[in-house]
């Protein structure tokens, strides 16, 4: 497997915004202005919310078992869009904040990642921002404490280029990269150290996580 | 061809693979002027290279390798041993016929030996642990009796052979007898005419003359 390929896939119902977050137990994907969550171990539906509210409609989604962080439209398709924490019981909006107008949210248990104009890194405790930078916003955002994964679009020979790749959360450098997702359009990912969820369309993937190059052999000796 | 020997370190845990890598350029850039010439598992520290070529500077590299990409290499170099070429065989101040050779490369390692075949028979070995940096090897002295010989050299450490076997050489006596008459007796001149040939191609004569002694 190389970084990006497919591992496995899930097709969700009207996926129309092709989020996917999660961590290992539990993956996140919207549907339909729906937050879904699915059983990481055989991507089988697990909770469906039907928000039934296109005002607020979900737009990215990311977190782990324990706490969904996510953003919407913030009134009706205009204005700021919403920082958000859900329930991961009901998806029910447990707190939200106007302070940012995120692109895509994503990120773990003690981190939240904002992709807008640049990667921000927001306290899940009183949703204050603690840093920012490293790229010019990506198209899609998450990860946790440990690892940050985008989805960044650049222009390359005239045309615009998608790329995942892997950041270090203390200074957005970026450790890995790859166009591998290239023609796949993916929109969105989520995911920890050793998972990313991407989604697509009506699809939750998993995608495979970069390998580390081995360490160099030594002391070659040649002999007759 | 000959066959090289490497052996690394295994640093990592995460291998797919090793990639062996072979080149004789001069002063090579890895990757660009090196040629993949095999893979081995993970987990393997040796190989043997069977096609390394004769007589040159031959440098390899070895990399670990897995989905992720490929590490730095370790790298080594090798003199490797040339196939040894036998000369025309010549008559020295002693009357002996020497077999002469070019070994074909710069190392010194191993040793040269001497192998000869006696009217057709099969090889076998009259002389060992010549130094690599010997080139010639004295037959002895040669009771004529019109036999041909063929020699070849090789070149050896303990009994591997290091490179391929020379060319054959050979050399045909045949015997005339001046000055006497046959059966010789001490005190008798002779003079030898010795037929030299290098693979089969007779390139001369050469007298030698010899007086017979009484053992």
């Given amino acids: 497997?190389?970084?990006?390929?497919?591992?496995?896939?899930?097709?969700?119902?009207?996926?129309?915004?092709?989020?996917?977050?999660?961590?290992?137990?539990?993956?996140?994907?919207?549907?339909?202005?729906?937050?879904?969550?699915?059983?990481?171990?055989?991507?089988?539906?697990?909770?469906i919310k039907s928000l039934d509210d296109f005002t607020n409609e979900p737009l990215s989604v990311g977190?782990?078992?324990?706490?969904?962080?996510?953003?919407?439209?913030?009134?009706?398709?205009?204005?700021?869009?919403?920082?958000?924490?859900?329930?991961?019981?009901?998806?029910?909006?447990?707190?939200?904040?106007?302070?940012?107008?995120?692109?895509?949210?994503g990120g773990g248990d003690n981190v939240i990642w904002v992709s807008e104009g640049e990667i921000k890194e927001v306290s899940p405790s009183d949703f204050s921002q603690i840093s920012s930078g490293g790229s010019d916003g990506p198209a899609g955002i998450g990860g946790n404490e440990s690892v940050i994964w985008t989805i960044?679009?650049?222009?390359?020979?005239?045309?615009?280029?998608?790329?995942?790749?892997?950041?270090?959360?203390?200074?957005?450098?970026?450790?890995?990269?790859?166009?591998?997702?290239?023609?796949?359009?993916?929109?969105?990912?989520?995911?920890?150290?050793?998972?990313?969820?991407?989604?697509?369309?009506?699809?939750?993937?998993?995608?495979?996580?970069?390998?580390?190059?081995?360490?160099?052999?030594?002391?070659?000796?040649?002999?007759? | 061809m000959v066959s090289i020997n490497l052996s690394w370190t295994d640093n990592s845990d995460n291998e797919n693979e090793f990639r062996v890598y072979r080149t004789t350029k001069v002063a090579p850039t890895f990757p660009d002027d090196y040629t993949q010439i095999d893979t081995v598992g993970a987990d393997t520290t040796s190989y043997t290279d069977t096609n390394a070529p004769n007589g040159e500077s031959v440098d390899y590299a070895v990399t670990?390798?897995?989905?992720?990409?490929?590490?730095?290499?370790?790298?080594a170099i090798i003199e490797t041993i040339g196939t040894p070429t036998v000369?025309?065989?010549?008559?020295?101040?002693?009357?002996?016929?020497?077999?002469?050779?070019?070994?074909?490369?710069?190392?010194?390692?191993?040793?040269?030996?001497?192998?000869?075949?006696?009217?057709?028979?099969?090889?076998?070995?009259?002389?060992?642990?010549?130094?690599?940096?010997?080139?010639?090897?004295?037959?002895?002295?040669?009771?004529?009796?019109?036999?041909?010989?063929?020699?070849?050299?090789?070149?050896?450490?303990?009994?591997?052979e290091l490179a391929d076997k020379s060319g054959d050489v050979y050399v045909e006596y045949v015997v005339t007898i001046t000055g006497t008459n046959s059966p010789v007796s001490a005190g008798d001149s002779l003079d030898v005419d010795v037929e030299v040939a290098n693979n089969g191609t007779i390139e001369g004569d050469q007298e030698i003359a010899l007086t017979v002694t009484e053992q």
Wanted: no cysteine; glycine share 12%; aromatic share 8%.
């Fill in chain 1, 152 to 224: 960044e679009r650049f222009e390359k020979d005239g045309s615009a280029v998608d790329a995942l790749r892997e950041r270090d959360p203390s200074d957005f450098s970026v450790l890995s990269s790859t166009t591998n997702i290239e023609d796949r359009a993916i929109s969105d990912v989520g995911g920890y150290e050793d998972q990313i969820w991407a989604g697509k369309g009506d699809y939750v993937y998993e995608l495979a996580t970069p390998v580390e190059i081995p360490s160099a052999p030594s002391n070659l000796s040649v002999t007759h």
């Fill in chain 1, 63 to 105: 977190g782990t078992k324990d706490v969904i962080w996510g953003n919407s439209n913030g009134g009706g398709g205009f204005g700021l869009n919403l920082l958000r924490e859900y329930s991961p019981s009901d998806f029910s909006v447990i707190r939200e904040t106007s302070d940012f107008d995120p692109f895509k949210v």
């Fill in chain 2, 64 to 75: 670990a390798a897995n989905d992720g990409g490929e590490s730095d290499p370790t790298k």
């Fill in chain 2, 87 to 160: 000369g025309t065989p010549f008559a020295d101040s002693n009357s002996e016929i020497v077999v002469s050779w070019s070994k074909n490369d710069n190392s010194s390692a191993g040793s040269h030996a001497v192998d000869r075949a006696d009217n057709g028979g099969p090889f076998q070995q009259v002389a060992s642990g010549l130094s690599a940096s010997t080139a010639e090897y004295a037959t002895g002295t040669h009771v004529p009796d019109s036999d041909t010989y063929q020699y070849r050299v090789r070149r050896l450490a303990g009994d591997d």
């Fill in chain 1, 1 to 47: 497997m190389v970084f990006g390929d497919i591992i496995r896939q899930s097709e969700l119902v009207d996926n129309s915004t092709g989020s996917a977050g999660g961590d290992g137990t539990t993956v996140y994907g919207i549907g339909n202005s729906d937050i879904y969550s699915l059983n990481e171990s055989d991507l089988t539906q697990s909770g």
